[in-house]
Structures are given as C-alpha cells and as structure tokens.
C-alpha cells in the first residue's frame, strides 16, 4: 500500500461547498473493501483496490476521499463489520440504547434504523423499550440465533430511499453508515425531506471521529469504504445545513465515535461559530499528518523486522478495517501468518491484500504466539484477559 507523492490541488468542499479544499494525504491501491474476506488466499492477494486522496475543507473541517468512486462499491450480505460479539462493544452499545431509551422515552414507539447492519442495535432498543422497528440495510443477513418474531422488529434489504416516509416514526438513527456516503449533505437532505413536517421525530447518528485519527493517531482507519471524515465542525455543519437543531454532540468510545443527537428544525447556519477553534485545530493536525502517518508506519516496519530476526513469532488480533489497513500498509515485511477475531463469521476466511488466515481465539493454544498486536487500545484488556484464560503467554502490545 504505497503512498502517492502528488499531494497538493484544490477541490470544492462536497459538504459546505467552499473553495480551496486541500489534498494532503494520498494512498495507492488500498484494498477496496476491509469488511469484505475472501475464502481463499488466492482470492484475497487480488481482491479489488482503490485510491485514497483525502481533502480537506478549511471552512467546515470536512475530510473527503477525492479519488472515491461510488459506483464500485457494493454492500451486499457478505459484507462483516459487526462488533457485537465483543463484550465490551456490547457493553457500550447497551450503555447506549439504554440512555436513548431514557432520555427519550422511547417505549412502545416506532423506530427505524438507515444502515442497521445485521440489526444488533436496532433490535437492543426494542426489547430494552418494548418498541416497534424497521431496519434499512442492503447488506442485512437474517441470524437464527436472533430470531426477530414476536419483537415488532423487521428488517428490509435495501437502502435509504423516499419510501422511508412510509413508515410510522418516532426515533430515527443511524450509526456508521454516514462516512460511506460520498455525498453527505445531498443523503441528509434527503433525511430532512423524509421527515418533512414531523418535528416531534429525534434523529441520532453515529459517526467515527475523525480527530481520532488525525490527533490521535488512529491511522489505520483510513480506509475506502469510508469517503466521508467528520469531526465536530464538520458534523454540526452538515445538520445545521440541511434542517436539523441539533441537541447534543459529543465524543464516545473513548474519542473514537461522535454521536449526534437532533430534531427537525430550520437552522441553516453552514456553520456553528462555537467549533471555529476546532476547525483551526483540524487543520494543525491535518499540516503535519502525511509526516506522522509516514515515520508511524516506519517505526513499525522496523519492529516487525526486528521481531521477523529474531524469530519471534507474531500474530495480530482483530480482522477488521484497522488490521486490515495495518497489514496492507506494512507489506512483506510482516511476520504474521494469522489474524485472531472472535467474530465466527469471519474465522475460516482470508484477509484481503495480504492473505492472512482468520482463527479463532483457541488457535492461540496450537501456535503459542510470542507476540500479540491489539489493533485497538479499547480492547486491549477484553483481549489480554482471553489469552489468559487461554494458558497463553504473550507479550501484548497496543498498534
């Protein structure tokens, strides 16, 4: 996964719609789906890849991929990127519903959820409040483990369109679906439009946090899947565009999400004065990310060649978008022959561009790794307390 070396040009801002959006980071051939595995290596090692050229609006804060194109991307059931099977997502999400449920009232009410994944979160909020859901998603796959009869919960493979105003709706959210939308401010829009003149509807959207990534360094979550970057400005901008007040917006998951709580209103402020001082620090971090993103990315070649030396044997933990990214972007100098993830959906199956096997967890016991690399820090405990209870011992080190 090289980087391109033409960073530089303008472009208008997709969101606002100013002048002057800067291209500062660019990556070649980047594995155009880390959600989607292969079920041979052989199919892995040529799975279809992308650009990444990401702008950067010095108006609103908003951070595009440039070099997207829409019309290669395809969310169909194959399609993996649930978390539920870790118990401290689960605990989060559930902290979630449960204050949305409380703050809200959202008992015996109808709720629809755009982009509902494999329902896991839709279906939390209606047992937790006795409510009635619809999930939109084109990339929905029923589990027989969850069966949904008897719960006023259903599930239409398909994604946002005018015909959502069809359906009865107290609540509206969204959650991780808004950065794979190329045209943010047209999508919600459309959301407004659909809302019409039911003002008394909430909408919440959960989006990751883009400051994370270029503040804190979570850099192996630039991926292509996801066009849209948001970070506080460039959220509240984006709603108070298109007819939303919003009511709270706040960083979640240890500063990895932003969620976004709003009602139908008729502020079109493009943007929030409030985050001026946030933009002013998007843009510090944004002037020196290509350089952190580089000497970030060479320290690490050099301690997985130190390891490969001194043969110590290396395995990652965690086979979605950051292990995938972190994979690709270290190339053939990785020592890793595996990737461990607790998600059984994808144990068995091939990670795209560089061909690691997914195991699961119990393989540890055969392989005995000397080295285990957590792909993220807040699972960084969840994780080293089952590779105790596995009879493992193994350095732990955070990515």
């Not at 500062?24 to 989607?36: I, S, T």
């Not at 609103?60 to 118990?87: Q, T």
């Not at 902290?95 to 008992?107: F, G, K, M, P, S």
């Amino acid at each position: 996964m090289d980087s391109l070396h033409n960073v530089g040009g303008q472009n208008s801002c997709t969101l606002c719609g100013a002048s002057g959006m800067n291209v500062f980071f660019e990556l070649a051939q980047v594995p155009l789906f880390c959600n989607v595995l292969w079920p041979t290596r052989e199919a892995a090692l040529q799975c279809p890849r992308g650009d990444v050229r990401l702008g950067f609006c010095s108006a609103c804060a908003f951070i595009a991929n440039l070099a997207f194109e829409p019309g290669r991307m395809e969310y169909a059931p194959d399609y993996e990127n649930s978390l539920h099977f870790s118990s401290h997502f689960r605990s989060y999400a559930s902290e979630l519903a449960t204050y949305l449920v409380d703050r809200y009232q959202l008992r015996g009410k109808n709720i629809i959820e755009i982009g509902c994944g494999k329902g896991d979160f839709l279906l939390m909020l209606c047992e937790l409040g006795g409510n009635r859901g619809v999930g939109f998603d084109p990339g929905y796959v029923g589990d027989a483990e969850k069966p949904t009869a008897g719960l006023g919960v259903r599930f239409v493979r398909q994604g946002f369109s005018a015909h959502v105003a069809d359906y009865p709706c107290d609540f509206l959210i969204s959650r991780h679906m808004l950065e794979h939308v190329a045209t943010p401010r047209s999508f919600l829009a459309g959301v407004r439009q659909v809302i019409g003149g039911r003002t008394n509807i909430v909408v919440f959207f959960e989006v990751p946090n883009a400051m994370f990534t270029l503040r804190d360094l979570g850099i192996w979550d630039i991926i292509y899947e996801h066009c849209s970057y948001f970070c506080r400005p460039s959220l509240a901008a984006l709603f108070a565009s298109c007819g939303f007040r919003i009511q709270a917006l706040r960083d979640n998951y240890g500063g990895q999400f932003l969620c976004l709580e709003a009602t139908p209103g008729n502020n079109h402020d493009n943007v929030n004065p409030d985050y001026r001082d946030e933009v002013e620090d998007a843009a510090h971090c944004v002037a020196s990310f290509r350089d952190i993103y580089l000497r970030k990315v060479g320290s690490w070649k050099q301690t997985l060649a130190r390891l490969k030396h001194e043969g110590r044997r290396v395995t990652v933990w965690g086979g979605g978008s950051k292990g995938v990214t972190f994979l690709n972007a270290l190339g053939d100098l990785v020592p890793i022959e595996e990737v461990v993830d607790i998600n059984p959906r994808k144990q068995g199956m091939y990670v795209p561009g560089t061909g690691q096997r997914i195991v699961a967890p119990e393989f540890l016991r055969r392989s005995r790794p000397e080295v285990v690399l957590v792909m993220n820090p807040v699972y960084r405990e969840e994780i080293a307390d089952q590779i105790a209870a596995l009879g493992v011992e193994a350095e732990i080190q955070t990515v």
